[in-house]
């Protein structure tokens, strides 16, 4: 059975400073792999996808993903985080692009000013 | 850019009432799919639709549950007679086709049940 676990529940950063979550994921064949943001109050925004190819993802909103099978992770990063950057985010994976998602339990991203 | 919509936003309903969440999922897609959050909880896989019919659905998707797509826009998640732990946020999500494109949430509808 697939899983997805997200290490760190919180995450309290800098405005300005770099941004890292973990992700890690089990699933028995190649994964499709995702991020996604919830701002409060907001549905799920796609923020970047993993399926095949270069392992160094970009996203929306200067976000970047590493797929490392080695290490079962696919963690999300942000060079330069902004105040509106504040959210949750999720990763996911599943078996193909469209089919069901496992979700992660969520890191939840403060900024501070 | 088209975006999933979803309604009503909130919903509080009385405990064995029946609910019918709505979506209106974009307009070219094919695969539609139920998701529910717990608050506090992971985001978890409901149902998934394709083709008039239930393609897979999850171990919480009981017969209390039941969804529908009762015209060429609308998506429907029903809940016959709602509990107490119904209480969540549901998202509707939909998908241009399984293999390549991601799926692509509506904002949710949050239930509660008192």
């Known amino acids: 059975a697939q899983s997805v676990t997200q290490p760190d529940i919180h995450i309290t950063v800098s405005e300005g400073a770099s941004l890292e979550l973990r992700c890690n994921y089990s699933?028995?064949?190649?994964?499709?792999l995702f991020w996604y943001v919830q701002s409060p109050g907001q549905g799920l925004q796609l923020l970047l996808k993993?399926?095949?190819?270069?392992?160094l993802v970009q996203g929306i909103k200067g976000f970047e993903a590493e797929f490392k099978r080695s290490q079962s992770s696919f963690n999300l990063r942000k060079p330069s985080v902004h105040w509106s950057d504040a959210a949750e985010y999720f990763c996911?994976?599943?078996?193909?692009?469209?089919?069901?998602?496992?979700f992660g339990g969520g890191t939840r991203v403060l900024v501070k000013p | 850019e088209p975006e999933v919509t979803q309604t009503p936003s909130h919903q509080v309903t009385q405990m064995g009432q029946e609910v019918i969440l709505r979506c209106v999922p974009i307009?070219?897609?094919?695969?539609f799919y139920w998701y529910r959050q717990i608050l506090g909880q992971k985001v978890e896989f409901l149902v998934s639709?394709?083709?008039?019919?239930?393609?897979?659905k999850s171990e919480i998707f009981d017969d209390q549950f039941s969804v529908e797509r009762p015209d060429g826009s609308n998506f429907t998640l029903k809940i016959r007679s709602t509990k107490l732990e119904d209480s969540a946020m549901y998202f509707c999500?939909?998908?241009?086709?399984?293999?390549?494109?991601?799926?692509?949430f509506g904002n949710g509808t949050r239930l509660t049940v008192t």
């Open positions: 999500a939909s998908s241009e086709d399984r293999n390549n494109s991601p799926l692509h």
């Open positions: 699933y028995g064949a190649t994964p499709y």
């Open positions: 993993y399926f095949s190819g270069d392992t």
């Open positions: 996911a994976v599943g078996k193909a692009a469209g089919n069901k998602l496992t």
């Open positions: 307009s070219n897609h094919l695969y």
């Open positions: 639709f394709y083709n008039n019919e239930i393609s897979e």
